[in-house]
Structure formats: structure tokens, C-alpha cells
């Protein structure tokens, strides 16, 4: 990234540190949900009293705890908004086409995504500093993601070491925006290898900052005690709101196939929305590709993540493993997104919302609650294995 980064506003206080981490163990482990919807409601989806009963009821909640320039750099996107609109009403347009006379009995949505089986078939997409939501940051979300064997992944641009998040004991891939030095990305690469990483998500839709219009009218920049975790401090531009320079300043293919040549780890493909470049990713060595329009933040008006799956899904061909992010706020958007040939999708804004909600339990209550949603959704649709979630399951599909 040139003068701008994806996520990264300037810091308010570069003097500030990072709170350190105090890493606890994580705290049990769930076994992946089965049988019927009513027992994974039973198992962990427990909301009480006032607490959110879906994830679209985290966003007024955090939005009413936290300063407000924070809250709208967490919720805003790109220009008018119109892609972050139609990341959510794209899923809303779809109708299902719901299978009856099928058994519940040996339901299960257990994927397998890079050599590992995930019990649901969601994880955390990358973000950066967490810690405006939590003073616990990452670490407070990666261990519920411990607690529910769920994949975390540490953005470039995080406020938690990449170090403090794997003592959380959570599986976990770090996701890379190239710096403009080479020797500085292989050391990041090579810490996340040395930390137990599992994949690098090297994003490339970002190469220079989508416009904020909210944050330009809050003039965000950082609070005091928060800061990036991974990345030199003196790499920020003082008192610029986004300033950074030392982000290489453009993402090209090259640069896929110099970070598949640097890392023995798989190398996910994010910002996909294009069949042929999901083709040329693969072709150049990625291991998997993530269609997303990175939540509306970058160029607004792109097309809807969920609208642009079935092309990139016919083009890849069973190839490689598709992730999906953008929109997803539902169980059903979850069996959509694998009827039109994800493996598995991505949680964006929820998880920063209930973190801010809630710290590391109101994190647990958005995977309990869209896990239960996941099965409620397989039960009702005649679906027992994602295998079966095929594109007849969809109008149109
Ligand atoms: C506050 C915020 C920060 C983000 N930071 C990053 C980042 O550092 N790196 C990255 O690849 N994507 C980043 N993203 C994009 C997410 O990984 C994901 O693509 C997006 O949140 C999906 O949209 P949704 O949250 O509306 O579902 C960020 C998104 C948000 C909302």
C-alpha cells in the first residue's frame, strides 16, 4: 500500500504503546455441534435478558458504547456505501428452494479447509486493531475462537502481537499487507511461520485506501494506548490520518508469486471478485481464494461478494478451496454462500461489534448464535453435510 493502507489510520499518539496481552489458556473446547437446531441452541447460543439474538443487533449496541469516531471507522466503508448495502441485500435477494422428507439424523457442517476440519463452517476475517473495541484486542477474540476450535486470523495492521495471539492456543492464519521492504515482510512471514500460523492471507484488493467518508468527517486517527502490534511504529506518519509510506505501494502478481516463494505456508488470495483472476491466483501458486470486496471499503460499487461467487466457483472448479466474505450476517447466509460453491465464509464487522459489546463473551455469543443459525438453517433446508449444499438448493442457483 502507498501513502495508505486498507485499515490503517495514523495514530493519534505514536509514542503510545500496545498493551501487552496477558495470554490466558483457552477455555475448553467445544465439541463441533450436531443433531438437531434445538440442541445447539441448548449448547452455547445462550442470549439473556437484553443480550443480542442476532448478529445485526451487535452493531447498534457497540455503536451506543463507543466513541463514535471508533464506531463509525469499525461500520463505515468506501464513498456512498452502495457495495456495503448490497453485501447485505445481495443475500436477501437469494430465496431457497428447501428440501423436505430429510432426516436430521447425522447432520453435520464440519468443513475441511487446508488440512484442517473446522466444526462450522465459518472464521474470523482478518481486521485490524481490535483493541479500539477491547482492551484485550485479538486476544480476547481468538480465545472464544479457541474455546469453539474456530480460525482466527491477525491482520498486518492488528493491535495484538502475533506472538500474544498464538499463546491463546487458537488456530490461526496471519494475513499480510506487503510492506515496502522485502527483508521486513520476510521477517513477518517468518514469525508467523515460527508462531504456528497456518496460512497467509496476502490481501490484494487494497493497494491503496478506499475513501472513508465517515472517517474523514470524524477526522479518525488513533486513540492514546493504541497501536499496531506488528508493524514498526515508525512506520506511521505522525498526525496523518492514514499516513503510512512504507506499504508497498502497489499489489502485483509478481508480488502473489514472490510471497508464495517466501513462506512454506498455503497463501489464501483475498479480494477476489473476478473468475480470471481467481484463475491466475491459483496458477501462480495460492492455495485458496477468498472472494470479497473487502466489506464495501474499497472500491464502492464493486459487485456484491455473494453475487460474484457462482462465476469465480465455476472458474476454480473444485481446484482449490473458496472462502466468501462480505455480508455475512446470518445462518442462511452461510448455506448460501456454500450453495454457490464456498467452502467456508469469513465474520467481518460482528465479531468487532459483540467484542465491543462484550469483550471475549460477547464474541463467544455471535459464533454460539450463528452456529446455531448454521444448523437451524441445514435442518430446514433439507441439508445434512455442506456437501449437499448445491446450487439447486437456490432460485436461480
Ligand atoms: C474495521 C475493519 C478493518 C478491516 N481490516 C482489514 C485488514 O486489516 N486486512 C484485511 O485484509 N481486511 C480487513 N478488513 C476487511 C475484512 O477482512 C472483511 O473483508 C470485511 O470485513 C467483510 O465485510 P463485512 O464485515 O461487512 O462482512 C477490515 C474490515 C473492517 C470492517
Not at 490466558?24 to 434445538?38: D, Q, R
Not at 479457541?146 to 480460525?151: P, W, Y
Request: aromatic content about 6%.
Amino acid at each position: 500500500m502507498s501513502s495508505a493502507s486498507g485499515d490503517v489510520p495514523g495514530q493519534r499518539d505514536p509514542a503510545s504503546a500496545t498493551p501487552s496481552a496477558s495470554a490466558k489458556p483457552p477455555a475448553g473446547s467445544h465439541a463441533p455441534t450436531g443433531g438437531a437446531s434445538f440442541d445447539a441452541w441448548e449448547q452455547g447460543a445462550k442470549p439473556s435478558g437484553s443480550d443480542p439474538i442476532r448478529l445485526a443487533d451487535f452493531e447498534a449496541l457497540a455503536l451506543a458504547k463507543m466513541p463514535p469516531e471508533l464506531g463509525a471507522y469499525y461500520s463505515g466503508a468506501a464513498n456512498d456505501e452502495v457495495t456495503l448495502a448490497d453485501n447485505i441485500a445481495a443475500f436477501g435477494r437469494r430465496r431457497f428452494l428447501p428440501r423436505i422428507g430429510v432426516g436430521v439424523e447425522g447432520r453435520g457442517t464440519s468443513v475441511e479447509v487446508l488440512g484442517r476440519r473446522w466444526p462450522t463452517p465459518f472464521m474470523v476475517a482478518p481486521m485490524s486493531l481490535h483493541r479500539l473495541a477491547d482492551p484485550e484486542g485479538e486476544v480476547a477474540v481468538a480465545r472464544a475462537c479457541a474455546a469453539r476450535n474456530l480460525v482466527f486470523s491477525l491482520s498486518t495492521v492488528g493491535s495484538s502481537t502475533i506472538e500474544d495471539v498464538a499463546s491463546t492456543g487458537a488456530a490461526r492464519w496471519f494475513q499480510l499487507y506487503l510492506l515496502d521492504d522485502p527483508g521486513r515482510n520476510r521477517e513477518l512471514l517468518a514469525r508467523a511461520e515460527a508462531a504456528g500460523y497456518e496460512a497467509i492471507i496476502l490481501t490484494m484488493d487494497a493497494p491503496i485506501l478506499g475513501r472513508r467518508e465517515r472517517d474523514i468527517r470524524t477526522g479518525f486517527s488513533l486513540p492514546s494506548g493504541v497501536g499496531y502490534a506488528n508493524i514498526r511504529r515508525g512506520a506511521i506518519k505522525r498526525g496523518d490520518t492514514y499516513g503510512d509510506d512504507a506499504f508497498k505501494p502497489e499489489n502485483t502478481w509478481d508480488d502473489l508469486a514472490w510471497v508464495v516463494g517466501a513462506t512454506r505456508l498455503p497463501v489464501v488470495v483475498k479480494g477476489v471478485l473476478r473468475a480470471d483472476d481467481a484463475v491466475h491466483a491459483l496458477d501462480l501458486g495460492g492455495a485458496a481464494v477468498n472472494v470479497s470486496n473487502h466489506g464495501g471499503r474499497q472500491l464502492d460499487q464493486s459487485i456484491a461478494a455473494i453475487d460474484a461467487l457462482p462465476a469465480v466457483a465455476d472458474a476454480v472448479a473444485g481446484r482449490a478451496p473458496i472462502l466468501l466474505d462480505s455480508g455475512i450476517r446470518r445462518g442462511t447466509d452461510v448455506l448460501i454462500a456454500l450453495a454457490l460453491g464456498a467452502r467456508a465464509v469469513m465474520l467481518g464487522r460482528p465479531v468487532l461489534w459483540s467484542l465491543a459489546w462484550g469483550g471475549e463473551r460477547g464474541v463467544g455469543l455471535a459464533f454460539d448464535l450463528l452456529t446455531a443459525e448454521v444448523n437451524l438453517a441445514f435442518d430446514l433446508a433439507g441439508v445434512r453435510s455442506p456437501a449437499e449444499a448445491s446450487r439447486d438448493l437456490l432460485v436461480g442457483g
